[in-house]
């Protein structure tokens, strides 16, 4: 199982074609460098690999199991946890912090701050730990009281830091190692309908930014990972099935590509639309949206995503 | 010559396979004797340690008492540290509290009359410390490494490399003659440390690459982590040096001091074996109790900090909601200067001087003042502002300053300072662990500096090697020259933990050949060679591998020649 992978991980930087090019400016010959591994070998390049799919971190866990995107029961305790690993050569006192969000394709502070979990310290150890190379170590768990109003669908977002590898406040996990989201949403819906999906996206930017929104089928080396992860097949999706809504009063332009202009934190709610073809039962369908920042005055593009699965309805019984 | 946990953990598995042989009354009986008195047993136990105390460890505890002080302040300051942070957080929480000026204005006469102006003679104190250990001679060498004539060995390198069986032999007739049960507990005692060393310091010196006269840096770290690695895993083991004191404290707790007859005994024993050689100047034996105590409690003053408090959830909310960015994050520490330490190689423990780490230390240090003075606030503002004046102007100022976006910058501010502060207080101590003062923790030993002594290694033929050039290289497995000529009998075998040098399959063990001496002992008989103290002497640092005999040098010869040339001591000479 993938998860088993990111637990005893014992890879090397040096088998990592891309160990000295981890994007950013931190030594992890110096400091500690903390990662919270999106994949066994993940050693905290960023932006992620265009193969590695950056709305699924198998590394943040509910009762010490990865999240699913299963909804969560109300009222219910849960303990949240995660893997985290030091790249780095000296031994730190991390701490990581857990949030939930509505659906959403990026992370504002304000969200945050809405959906604080809770927080904790703990050791992370250097090279050599537990007979390899790499020190991975899970967080210790927080407890979490799910809220009456727990929507269905949500988001789990991670961030760790420490002395000498302090976290940045980018709130991006695409670009930034500190940062891991569980942004996986899972839709049951009936065969031969139009099914929708609702999610948010933001602006964090202190300025008026304009967005592209681009909904896609999921490429074909993620699609083999979700299948191992849910031991399901994937069905292609037709590129004509899907659509992507504004959700604004008078707007009726939809497509493939949306681009929008969101001034500082505005929030915009989008709708996902599929035709939702007949499924066998251990079948799915996943399509994700990307935000990518067309027009800044920054050199990198600010970036969010969220996913989506879809899953034949089963009868109910009556 | 290894640690005070493997001479423990001898004892324990000797007593406990020679309780298991005992049938006659008499071998009952000096079960029972050994059994009733543990800390004389423990005391013979340990006698190399405390000849060891007895003069040559005078650098290693004064530096270890400074440390300790050092130690204190620290915890004391990152304790006002967290103090202030907590006040704090409870003001933002509630600025309406009764006496919020009094209040405030407490925490920011701490941290601005005691906190700012101490950091800077704490850690001039932590860099001259670690100036002072930068020359390493907290470790005394064995006098033979530096091809020291016998009388101007210390008497512990003497009881180890010199007439060792002749000396246990001596000192267990004359506790038989003093009858006493403690005095036969205590050669006992005495017996074990023999089989202890004889075989426990072969393993180490594998995991080392060597002899203690060629590597003893090396050696003091190897035998703290089988030290920590046997208190960690083995049964019966789980003693703080504190409790190890507390065992070996005979008389009054207050002013212990070493048994006259037992004190009488070594002196007959050391005259007997080494006077007649013209060492007659005996080692203080009194002070070597004493220093081996006052060591133990020590070694138990390096108690872990309290991991730093996370910002109260609702004031960490505010923070979050506050919209304020905290871009603190391109502060980090400074690359050391000189050499950089590097991942290629076969371990990157071998690139790194030992040093490196203290200038991570003072790096990490360095960005905890930045915290503490401000320097790293956003617009250079001063995170901590005051005194506020006793009037109602005052307590309005306060209270805006406490709902403010500033106050929330100042609490995360004190976090990454309390945080900083708890990285350069272990950042420190793992320095003073790497050099052999103090054992590692059992969160240490996965870590490759110690984790490489508590396993045999398997990279390499652990051949013994010459010493290194560079000794400030000491946590690297050496890289030099293979020690000629060799000798293949050993009885570890790669990956093997300490646990072997108790028991192993092939009996060449601590309980196997200190069960048979015991037994031989109370019949009056030899043990079988080499373990016939009436006749072999042997090295007791294991110094040409396995069960070897003292031997000394051939007449103009350096423990630095390859091969070594050298002769076997006849039984009674040194």
């Not at chain 2, 204005?105 to 003679?121: E, G, M, R, V």
């Not at chain 2, 203080?284 to 004493?290: I, N, S």
Request: hydrophobic content about 40%.
């Amino acid at each position: 199982m993938a998860t088993e992978n990111i637990k005893t991980s014992d890879s090397h930087p040096e088998k990592d074609a891309n160990h000295d090019r981890r994007g950013d400016d931190r030594d992890p010959n110096i400091d500690p460098y903390l990662v919270i591994p999106y994949y066994a070998a993940d050693i905290g390049v960023r932006p992620l690999p265009a193969t590695v799919v950056a709305w699924f971190c198998e590394s943040i866990f509910i009762d010490g199991v990865p999240h699913t995107g299963a909804p969560l029961i109300a009222g219910s305790t849960v303990m949240i946890s995660a893997m985290v690993k030091n790249a780095g050569v000296k031994p730190a006192a991390a701490y990581i912090r857990f949030y939930w969000l509505d659906p959403t394709t990026v992370f504002t502070q304000a969200d945050l701050a809405d959906g604080f979990i809770g927080q904790g310290v703990f050791p992370v150890s250097i090279p050599g730990s537990s007979g390899g190379v790499m020190s991975v170590v899970e967080s210790p768990a927080i407890a979490w009281e799910i809220p009456d109003d727990i929507p269905p669908h949500i988001c789990l977002f991670a961030e760790v830091g420490c002395p000498g590898d302090l976290e940045t406040w980018s709130f991006n996990p695409v670009t930034d190692r500190h940062y891991a989201q569980h942004n996986v949403n899972i839709v049951h819906a009936m065969p031969f309908e139009t099914t929708s999906f609702f999610f948010s996206a933001s602006n964090p930017l202190k300025e008026t930014a304009l967005y592209e929104f681009q909904i896609r089928p999921v490429s074909r080396e993620a699609l083999r990972f979700l299948e191992k992860q849910y031991r399901a097949k994937a069905i292609p999706v037709k590129e004509d099935t899907i659509s992507l809504y504004p959700v604004k009063a008078g707007s009726e332009k939809n497509g493939q590509k949306l681009h929008a202009s969101l001034r500082p934190n505005e929030k915009q709610l989008f709708r996902i639309t599929i035709d939702m073809p007949e499924l066998r039962n251990n079948e799915f369908l996943a399509v994700e949206v990307e935000q990518t920042l067309t027009s800044t005055r920054e050199e990198q593009p600010s970036t969010g995503s969220i996913g989506v699965l879809f899953f034949t309805e089963s009868e109910r019984e009556e | 010559m290894v640690d005070y946990y493997a001479h423990m953990a001898a004892l324990k598995s000797i007593t406990d396979a020679f309780g298991a042989q005992v049938a006659d009354p008499k071998s009952k009986q000096t079960f029972i004797t050994i059994q009733d008195n543990p800390s004389y047993a423990a005391l013979g136990t340990l006698i190399d340690h405390l000849l060891y105390h007895s003069g040559t460890s005078r650098i290693e505890l004064r530096r270890l008492t400074r440390a300790s002080q050092l130690w204190r302040d620290i915890r004391e300051y990152i304790d006002a540290v967290a103090q202030v942070r907590s006040e704090l957080e409870s003001m933002v929480q509630d600025s309406s509290q009764p006496d919020i000026v009094v209040r405030y204005n407490a925490i920011h006469d701490t941290l601005k009359n005691y906190l700012q102006p101490k950091f800077t003679s704490l850690v001039g104190r932590l860099q001259s410390l670690f100036t002072q250990l930068r020359d390493l001679t907290h470790i005394v060498p064995h006098g033979q490494g530096a091809d020291l004539s016998v009388n101007q060995w210390s008497w512990r390198d003497l009881y180890l490399s010199r007439a060792s069986g002749l000396f246990a032999e001596t000192l267990y007739k004359k506790a038989m003659d003093n009858g006493s049960e403690e005095a036969m507990a205590f050669a006992y005692g005495v017996s074990a440390n023999y089989v202890s060393n004889a075989v426990g310091s072969n393993f180490q010196n594998r995991t080392v690459g060597g002899a203690r006269r060629s590597h003893p840096h090396r050696d003091r770290v190897a035998g703290y982590s089988i030290g920590a690695w046997i208190r960690k895993n083995m049964a019966g083991m789980q003693l703080s040096t504190t409790q190890l004191k507390s065992l070996l404290t005979i008389g009054s707790p207050i002013n212990p001091v070493l048994p006259p007859d037992i004190k009488t005994i070594l002196e007959k024993s050391l005259t007997e074996v080494y006077g007649v050689h013209g060492l007659t100047n005996l080692p203080d034996l009194d002070k070597g109790y004493r220093n081996m105590l006052k060591h133990l409690e020590l070694l138990d003053s390096f108690k872990p900090l309290p991991v730093p408090q996370m910002i109260d959830d609702t004031v960490y909310i505010k923070i979050l909601s506050s919209g304020t960015t905290f871009l603190d994050a391109p502060l980090g520490t400074p690359p050391p200067q000189d050499p950089a330490p590097s991942s290629g190689g076969g371990s990157w423990t071998d690139d790194i001087p030992w040093w490196a780490w203290v200038l991570f230390a003072v790096c990490v240090a360095l960005v905890a003042l930045c915290f503490l003075l401000g320097i790293c606030a956003p617009a250079q503002k001063d995170p901590y502002p005051g005194p506020f004046q006793h009037d109602e102007d005052g307590t309005s100022a306060v209270r805006s300053y406490l709902t403010s976006d500033e106050s929330l910058q100042s609490v995360k501010f004190m976090f990454n300072l309390h945080m900083q502060l708890y990285d350069m207080a272990n950042t420190s101590l793992r320095v003073m662990k790497f050099l052999g003062l103090v054992y590692p923790e059992d969160g240490d030993l996965p870590a490759v500096e110690f984790k490489q002594f508590t396993q045999i290694p398997f990279k390499e033929i652990p051949d013994f090697k010459k010493p290194i050039v560079d000794k400030d290289m000491f946590l690297g497995f050496p890289a030099s020259a293979e020690e000629m000529p060799r000798i293949d009998h050993r009885p570890f075998f790669p990956g093997d933990f300490p646990d072997r040098i108790f028991t192993n399959p092939s009996q060449s063990d601590v309980s196997t050949f200190g069960s048979k001496l015991w037994m031989a002992q109370l019949q009056g008989t030899d043990a079988d060679k080499p373990f016939n103290l009436s006749g072999s002497n042997l090295n007791l640092d294991a110094d040409r591998e396995f069960l070897q005999l003292c031997w000394e040098l051939a007449t103009g010869g350096s423990t630095l020649d390859n091969p070594l040339n050298f002769t076997i001591l006849g039984y009674t000479k040194i």
